[in-house]
């Protein structure tokens, strides 16, 4: 069964603190591809990152981080020097049959 | 470029009605895909269509249907209204549609429907 568990449901934390969302999959797929995105308040979800099962390396964007690790089935998202606008909803996704299997997502509340 | 627009953005129905909702994708994208956002539930697979037709679709009654025109513009239709179809419904567009080689996604603002 393919399955995405983020078993932090709200996460608060103050401004400039790093702060790390973890995201775990199942799949028995082989070849599958995994997505985290941002929904703030308006609703629209936000691309962040894509990676693919083949490419375990980490992946480093200005503040955002994420660490691949096959071996744990975890594709968890670091957020270094937190930011109040970082405040969101984040959702780790696992891409299957021509659809997304989304995780439940873990409230990210950035205090100033 | 205009990114993917969904009309109504906001709309009211009552039990037993049918609503329609529309996505139109970002130009050039052939692929678009449906989701139901709940409190309850979460992020939902509804249908996913490429190039007018249907390629997967989720665990939902038949009472959801969707369609994809040959301008890639897509239209979803809920039947017979329940009070827990009350959602947030989401589109999404993509050049090549989420799939071994999937792209990535954008997603418009979505249709928020309250089913009185």
């Known amino acids: 069964a393919q399955k995405v568990t983020q078993a932090q449901t709200e996460i608060s934390v103050v401004e400039k603190e790093d702060v790390t969302l973890d995201c775990v999959y199942e799949?028995?797929?082989?070849?599958?591809?995994l997505f985290w995105y941002k929904q703030p308040p308006s609703g629209e979800l936000v691309f962040l990152i894509r990676?693919?099962?083949?490419d375990e390396q980490n992946e480093i964007s200005g503040r955002y981080s994420w660490n691949f690790q096959k071996s744990t089935s975890s594709f968890n998202f670091t957020i270094t020097a937190s930011q109040v606008v970082d405040s969101a909803v984040y959702f780790c996704?696992?891409?299957?049959?021509?659809?997304?299997?989304w995780g439940a997502g873990t409230k990210l509340i950035i205090k100033p | 470029k205009a990114g993917v627009t969904q009309t109504p953005r906001y709309l009211i129905k009552t039990r037993g009605q049918q609503v329609t909702l529309s996505c139109s994708p970002i130009?050039?994208?052939?692929?678009v895909s449906w989701y139901q956002q709940t409190p309850g539930q979460g992020l939902q697979f509804l249908f996913e269509?490429?190039?007018?037709?249907?390629?997967n679709k989720g665990n939902f009654p038949g009472r959801f249907s969707g369609r994809q025109f040959s301008n890639s513009r897509s239209e979803m239709n809920v039947s017979t209204l329940e009070l827990g179809d009350s959602a947030l419904y989401l589109c999404?567009?993509?050049?090549?549609?989420?799939?071994?080689?999937?792209?990535?996604?954008?997603f418009g603002e979505g249709s928020r429907l309250t089913v009185l």
């Open positions: 999404a567009s993509s050049s090549v549609g989420a799939g071994i080689d999937a792209g990535e996604l954008f």
């Open positions: 130009s050039g994208h052939r692929s």
């Open positions: 269509y490429f190039s007018e037709t249907q390629r």
């Open positions: 799949t028995r797929d082989t070849t599958y591809y």
């Open positions: 990676r693919n099962s083949f």
């Open positions: 996704a696992l891409e299957s049959n021509y659809q997304l299997i």
